[in-house]
């Protein structure tokens, strides 16, 4: 069982920047492929990246060059770094653990937080 926890997000003007967090319970934190996902009223949740355990990067074309995942196995965290945040950024911001599968599809990913909100004001 993994637990994870969301924090960082926030109200921030467009061009700006926010650093999400995502801290994970449980011994095998390395072993799992990390994602963040997104959901925007009324919209269904989106991929936004991921990482792998050996650290291999995935993202989606709206957020390349702008958004960075990254992770600590150490701290068992995963980070996704954002700038240049846009107004359509602003979503519910999800990270989730994935054993493997699709990278892009939410039902792959076997463990979800509880979302930390960003808004980006124009």
């Known amino acids: 069982q993994v637990q994870l926890v969301e924090s960082g997000g926030g109200l921030v003007q467009a061009g700006g920047s926010l650093r999400l967090s995502c801290a994970a319970s449980?011994?095998?934190?390395?072993?799992?492929?990390m994602g963040w996902f997104r959901q925007a009223p009324g919209k269904e949740r989106e991929f936004v990246a991921r990482?792998?355990?050996?650290?291999?990067?995935l993202s989606a074309d709206s957020v390349k060059g702008r958004f960075t995942i990254s992770r600590d196995n150490a701290k068992n965290t995963v980070y996704l770094q954002m700038n240049s945040l846009k107004p359509e950024d602003t979503a519910v911001y999800y990270c989730?653990?994935?054993?493997?599968?699709?990278?892009?599809?939410?039902?792959?990913?076997?463990?979800w937080g509880q979302g930390t909100q960003v808004t980006v004001s124009s």
């Open positions: 449980g011994r095998t934190f390395s072993s799992y492929a």
């Open positions: 989730a653990a994935q054993y493997s599968g699709l990278y892009y599809i939410p039902r792959a990913y076997n463990y």
């Open positions: 990482i792998s355990s050996g650290g291999v990067t």
